[in-house]
């Protein structure tokens, strides 16, 4: 019996994996201009840092995340985001005694156990930017404008960017006073999750995506008019920042995102490319967090990127180059000895290159080339083995020369580079 993939997880491979290493790629281009250090995490973790990071009553944790029973004692959580990981790590190595900024990049697979569907997927994969020690909303200003450029280096420029602030402790309780006193009066109109948010956790209410739910929360106050003195001033900050920056953005009184450690700031960016599934980046401060799970208090913002989302809009907007930079072509067996020997070199200097060690004729190894859209072959017989020397020939243009063996090497490159 044929044992197939489990519903809502997924093999990526060719043609698809190149768009997702050009994306990664640029993302890490990014991230090192910009001072970020990556750090690889656990898929696994203990599952109190989820709930006590993201919040007992959010839908990740009440309903999405697979959590099991440890052999010896306690619960383990495969990870459903990044952010309570990278802060896990930062208070385990005492990152803030050497010192207390941290900028951290993490890439890679999360666990939500949710309706499979369009652009959603049980295993999924983010691409993650966590920042330590720096309050000024400078940081969540440059986070916007590297989510930015980073979209427009991978060709994706129809986003929208979305902000708001969810204040603090401070100013926070008041509003959800305000927020519970408004909508207990509608409860009976609320949808049954938000019918026990109401009471619980009234905020998550204005991140529902049912209909008759979204109209409640239309007419309610925005969080802005509550926000205290220091949380004013961060926003008005922040937004003159964007401004400066000339990021075009828009307020949205009722952006609350899922998860319940955010403060102050918070953002999104949105696509209307795949249809429902509009979120392909988002993330905020997240200022109490670190204090909340051990370590001391230090202010924090990060944000994800949706890599799925990000890969699927891409794939229908342009195609990413997979041909081979060459082709070797080796057509006896002694020639397949030098033909390999040149394979190494030029894989060496990371030049794209294949061989083929079948026995074929001239004419199947030249289809093989232009199945492989390859741009030139290297191609080594009798008579080039006698010569010391192989063709080079160019697949655009049919133009090709000999080159001696000792330069084939220095050659090439200099062809592939000039062509790049």
């Known amino acids: 019996m044929t044992i197939n993939?489990?519903?809502?997880?997924?093999?990526?491979?060719?043609?698809?994996?190149?768009?997702?290493?050009?994306?990664?790629?640029?993302?890490?281009?990014?991230?090192?201009?910009?001072?970020?250090?990556?750090?690889?995490?656990?898929?696994?973790?203990?599952?109190?840092?989820f709930t006590r990071s993201i919040g007992d009553v959010t839908d990740i944790v009440e309903k999405e995340m697979y959590t099991f029973p440890d052999v010896r004692k306690g619960s383990l959580s495969l990870r459903p985001e990044a952010t309570a990981s990278v802060v896990r790590y930062y208070i385990q190595k005492k990152l803030f005694a050497s010192d207390p900024i941290q900028k951290l990049y993490t890439i890679g697979p999360m666990f939500r156990r949710e309706r499979p569907q369009k652009g959603r997927f049980r295993q999924f994969y983010q691409i993650n930017a966590e920042v330590f020690g720096i309050e000024s909303p400078y940081m969540d200003a440059l986070l916007i404008f590297i989510l930015n450029k980073f979209f427009k280096r991978v060709g994706i420029e129809n986003i929208k960017t979305k902000i708001n602030s969810l204040g603090c402790a401070n100013c926070r309780p008041k509003f959800n006073k305000t927020l519970f006193d408004y909508i207990k009066n509608q409860r009976d109109n609320l949808c049954g999750d938000c019918k026990k948010r109401v009471e619980q956790n009234p905020l998550r209410v204005l991140d529902c995506k049912n209909e008759d739910c979204r109209k409640i929360v239309s007419k309610v106050p925005s969080i802005i008019d509550f926000l205290c003195e220091e949380c004013k001033i961060h926003y008005e900050e922040f937004k003159n920042n964007l401004i400066d920056q000339n990021i075009e953005?828009?307020?949205?009184?009722?952006?609350?995102?899922?998860?319940?450690?955010?403060?102050?700031?918070i953002f999104e960016i949105q696509t209307e490319e795949l249809g429902a599934q509009n979120s392909i980046a988002g993330g905020g401060r997240y200022d109490a967090l670190i204090e909340m799970l051990g370590g001391k208090k230090t202010p924090a913002i990060g944000f994800a990127i949706g890599l799925d989302r990000v890969c699927e809009i891409i794939s229908t907007l342009k195609k990413v180059d997979e041909a081979i930079d060459v082709y070797i072509i080796a057509l006896d067996r002694e020639s397949r000895k030098k033909g390999y020997d040149f394979f190494l070199q030029l894989g060496s200097k990371n030049i794209k290159v294949?061989?083929?060690?079948?026995?074929?004729?001239?004419?199947?190894f030249m289809k093989k080339a232009n199945k492989l859209?390859?741009?030139?072959?290297?191609?080594?017989?009798?008579?080039?083995?006698?010569?010391?020397?192989?063709?080079?020939?160019?697949?655009?243009?049919?133009?090709?020369?000999?080159?001696?063996?000792?330069?084939?090497?220095?050659?090439?490159?200099?062809?592939?580079?000039k062509k790049k």
């Open 249 to 265: 953005f828009i307020e949205d009184k009722n952006l609350v995102r899922g998860l319940d450690y955010y403060t102050k700031t």
């Open 373 to 417: 859209n390859a741009k030139n072959v290297l191609i080594i017989g009798e008579e080039e083995l006698k010569e010391k020397k192989v063709i080079l020939r160019d697949m655009n243009s049919k133009e090709q020369f000999k080159i001696d063996f000792d330069e084939v090497a220095y050659k090439v490159e200099q062809k592939i580079c």
């Open 5 to 49: 993939s489990i519903r809502g997880f997924r093999d990526i491979a060719p043609p698809d994996i190149f768009i997702w290493e050009a994306v990664e790629e640029e993302a890490i281009k990014l991230f090192k201009s910009f001072s970020f250090k990556p750090i690889y995490l656990p898929i696994i973790e203990n599952t109190e840092l």
């Open 354 to 364: 294949d061989i083929d060690f079948e026995e074929k004729s001239l004419k199947s």
